[in-house]
């Protein structure tokens, strides 16, 4: 079983809907979460941290965490174009393991006109 | 957010020759850093994590006698890549703390071994 496991995709929106990610994570004990954006070619870039359980929201950004579920999410309101990339979702464990982050496989979002 | 950079940003080598790859963090100071690499169409896996003036921790299956890691200052990381071959052909990234939690990348090195 995967650690942290992210919808396959590839998802397909169009401009102006709602894109939603979804990840789940399989310790338990996981403190930290993140949302990642990668445009093809790029490093990733950090878009959503997200610690306690509930939903916070950045522009048009909104994490949602589940911590009872181990279930993370990331929902992209009036998506555009430029949103058209890998979505990395991360989890950190904590405690000893400070700091390291173990990723998902991604998930491609394309966003058409 | 924090600023993390990375030189070279892509080289491209002979087989058995060995390349470095440096990481600094422009405006913070990271005690600890971390190097990844990424193959076409998969995610991140962590390599290792580096200690500013103690060994770094690799993952496991990952040689440490031929990812070499110095992280000699709270501002620079190194991994040396000895003796390439063609497989270790890849897109190389180091990540850094910028806070308390978050990690912040910098924008990779691509490694071409002919």
């Known amino acids: 079983q995967k650690e942290v496991e992210q919808n396959s995709g590839p998802l397909s929106v169009p401009e102006g809907a709602i894109a939603s990610l979804n990840c789940t994570y399989s310790d338990r004990g996981s403190q930290s979460f993140f949302w990642y954006r990668q445009y093809s070619g790029k490093s990733p870039e950090l878009i959503m941290s997200?610690?306690?359980?509930g939903d916070k929201e950045d522009g048009r950004f909104t994490a949602q965490l589940n911590k009872a579920s181990q279930y993370v999410s990331l929902l992209i309101r009036d998506s555009q174009p430029s949103d058209s990339a890998t979505y990395l979702c991360a989890v950190n464990a904590g405690g000893t393991s400070y700091g390291k982050l173990t990723f998902g496989q991604g998930t491609i979002l394309t966003v058409h006109p | 957010g924090a600023v993390v950079s990375q030189h070279p940003s892509w080289v491209i080598c002979k087989s058995g020759t060995s390349v470095k790859i440096e990481c600094r963090s422009l405006d913070f100071q990271a005690t600890t850093m971390f190097w990844y690499r990424q193959f076409p169409k998969q995610s991140l896996m962590l390599m290792a994590t580096s200690n500013e003036g103690s060994k770094a921790t690799y993952e496991q299956g990952v040689e440490k006698d031929k990812f070499l890691i110095n992280h000699a200052s709270l501002t620079l990381s190194t991994l040396t890549v000895t003796s390439a071959h063609p497989e270790d052909s890849s897109f190389y990234i180091c990540?850094?703390?910028?806070?308390?939690?978050?990690?912040?990348f910098g924008p990779g090195t691509r490694l071409t071994v002919t």
């Open positions: 990540s850094a703390h910028g806070g308390a939690h978050e990690q912040y």
């Open positions: 997200i610690y306690s359980n």
